[in-house]
């Protein structure tokens, strides 16, 4: 008992100490790296806009109007200027940033959970288990990326859902490497054998003394990742594989307006430089994220 | 090394035949029945149930996938839905096209990124190693195909310097000087996110390098500092630039897809997009079967070439 209480202090004593070094080397980042600050400003301020759209001031991002086709920016009634049917940019924009936000935290969620499964249960347990599990992330592996993204599409029909689906399915195989490592080197640590031998069950060991030790790096893959999936979703949006007209999302928006851009440059600049802005910021607070939690990659 | 060979030869046997199962699959997951598509909706169900039979499609899934592989196997890969040819001489002839594509992109994103990575990492920190940096990180965020447009509109719409898409000229094109001014952009937008990933590490791998006793000691000896930085430095780094432009080619090919579709290159991207939208799944599973050898194959060359460089992984 009086072990148990010694380790509670020992371990709230260093948890405060932790605490208080991490606002420390938040402070430090946030001041070395104003770029990722400004970084993550821009993400949260079209995140916010984006939810927003349905109560902002905005025209129709559907409503066709033949007449004011192809308007370039700043013309009256349509900062941004309009599309191929007369549809206002920057409401089409705008709900496009729902979509392509969505379909890129969605699909890196959806491919982190199950690379994490995945990843956990094949370091854990040697013998069959992992070897099935690696096998199976080899075989994913042996496709380049969007082409079986793209095989899945054709095989479970276009539309968003279903590209989300193919994007999420090709994008576990990176994250159960990358836990499937750690938990191999964890599996062998003292402190996973003290608990065994005290008796604790698997799943308590996995999830109180494996577990935490993933947060970090999952965190800083899933952060470089999202950008990743928005280009990917978006990719197959400009094939004609994900977002099926009339809605708007940044890949199909930049597909449509392709055949206009010797007229009207804007209507594919405009969507691309967001997808670009979105992305770029995205890496950005992703590399500040990495040299927060991971310190040896800060000596680099 | 032999029998390093032979033991990655071998490891290739379940990759192969788990990526034919996936390729299989997805034919069969296919929620439309090829049926349908191959007699339209006026066939009688007669018509419809001979097809089938014939087709094979009445026979349980393992007893079709084995007789799916052993047609592959002989480079029967079935005949187009829509083209009404067979599937892989079509696929062949635009694989050249894609590999045309991807060899050139490769070339010019290793020697850029090899060279920039070099005068980045001779010189750390300065604007030509700050600019790469940011470079790169551009070059991460930009979809490959808005660049691939905005470099078209630039160059071939604006400037007219050169060929806007496509692989030859309509008219009075088809020479050597004709390829190579269609092959420019296509190549360029490919590239451009490879290089930036080239030129990072090959300057995280010469700083390493750089970094060591014998460079001091070449130094003290007063060898001149570009042997220095060439014949002792990029040649002990070349192991982990080798295994990362490995990746690239495979990731080139995927890219290459995207890239085809903006610039309208005759290969294997713009026919599987093609396929696709027409419901051509034995085109489908031709081209994805075609490029996930060809990565399988790109695959056991790096690892080849790199056990070759660095003898110590043949022994582990």
Not at chain 1, 141 to 162: E, S
Not at chain 2, 60 to 74: I, K
Not at chain 2, 202 to 226: C, F, S, W
């Amino acid at each position: 008992m009086s072990v148990r209480a010694a380790d509670v202090a020992a371990a709230v004593a260093l948890e405060s100490g932790e605490g208080s070094a991490l606002a420390h080397t938040l402070a430090r980042t946030a001041r070395r790296n104003r770029l990722a600050v400004l970084a993550g400003v821009t993400l949260v301020a079209v995140a916010a806009l984006a939810a927003a759209a349905p109560w902002l001031p905005l025209l129709d991002p559907d409503a066709v109007d033949t007449v004011k086709r192809l308007r370039p920016p700043f013309t009256e009634g349509h900062v941004l200027g309009t599309d191929e049917f007369g549809r206002d940019l920057l409401a089409r924009l705008l709900w496009g940033a729902r979509v392509s936000l969505v379909a890129g935290v969605v699909t890196a969620a959806a491919a982190m959970l199950i690379g994490v499964t995945i990843g956990l249960v094949g370091g854990f347990y040697s013998g069959w288990v992992e070897h099935l599990v690696m096998r199976l992330t080899d075989i994913m592996m042996a496709f380049p990326y969007i082409v079986l993204a793209i095989a899945i599409v054709a095989g479970i029909g276009p539309g968003l859902r279903n590209a989300m689906i193919a994007i999420a399915i090709v994008g576990f195989p990176l994250y159960a490497r990358l836990v499937r490592g750690v938990v191999l080197s964890l599996r062998e640590r003292e402190f996973v054998e003290a608990a065994r031998a005290l008796g604790a069950r698997d799943g308590v060991i996995l999830r109180r003394h494996v577990l935490p030790h993933l947060v970090s790096p999952v965190v800083v893959a899933f952060s470089l990742d999202v950008g990743a999936k928005i280009l990917a979703t978006a990719g197959l949006s400009f094939l004609g594989l994900g977002t099926q007209p009339p809605t708007a999302d940044w890949g199909s928006m930049l597909a449509t307006g392709r055949q206009f851009v010797i007229l009207s440059p804007h209507v594919v600049l405009l969507p691309g430089l967001a997808i670009f802005v979105v992305v770029l910021a995205l890496n950005l607070v992703g590399d500040a994220l990495r040299d927060l939690l991971d310190p040896r990659q800060r000596l680099r | 090394m032999k029998r390093y060979l032979a033991q990655r030869l071998l490891l290739l046997v379940p990759v192969l035949a788990g990526v034919s199962v996936i390729i299989f699959m997805v034919l069969h997951l296919s929620p439309g029945d090829p049926v349908d598509i191959m007699l339209g909706s006026q066939a009688t169900p007669e018509d419809r149930a001979r097809l089938r039979t014939q087709l094979g499609l009445d026979e349980p899934l393992p007893v079709q996938y084995v007789r799916w592989l052993g047609h592959v196997a002989r480079g029967d890969l079935g005949r187009s839905l829509w083209m009404k040819r067979a599937v892989l001489d079509e696929v062949l002839a635009r694989f050249k096209a894609t590999l045309l594509l991807t060899g050139t992109a490769l070339v010019l994103s290793t020697g850029a990124g090899i060279a920039l990575g070099v005068a980045s990492a001779s010189r750390p920190h300065s604007w030509l190693d700050r600019t790469s940096a940011v470079a790169s990180l551009f070059g991460a965020s930009m979809p490959s195909f808005w660049l691939g447009i905005v470099l078209m509109v630039v160059f071939a719409l604006w400037l007219g310097w050169l060929p806007a898409s496509g692989m030859y000229a309509p008219y009075a094109g088809g020479d050597l000087r004709d390829l190579l001014a269609h092959l420019v952009l296509p190549a360029v937008t490919l590239a451009a996110a490879s290089v930036t990933i080239v030129a990072r590490l090959t300057r995280a791998a010469m700083l390493e390098v750089l970094g060591q006793d014998y460079i001091r000691t070449a130094r003290a000896k007063g060898v001149m500092e570009g042997a220095v930085v060439l014949r002792h430095g990029l040649k002990n780094a070349l192991i982990p630039i080798v295994t990362v432009i490995g990746v690239q080619a495979g990731y080139l090919l995927g890219g290459a897809v995207l890239t085809e579709t903006v610039f309208a290159w005759p290969g294997v991207g713009t026919l599987m997009v093609q396929g696709i939208l027409a419901r051509d799944f034995p085109l489908v599973q031709g081209c994805v079967l075609v490029v996930a050898l060809s990565f399988v194959l790109i695959n056991l060359g790096v690892d080849l070439l790199y056990a070759w460089l660095d003898p110590r992984i043949r022994y582990e």
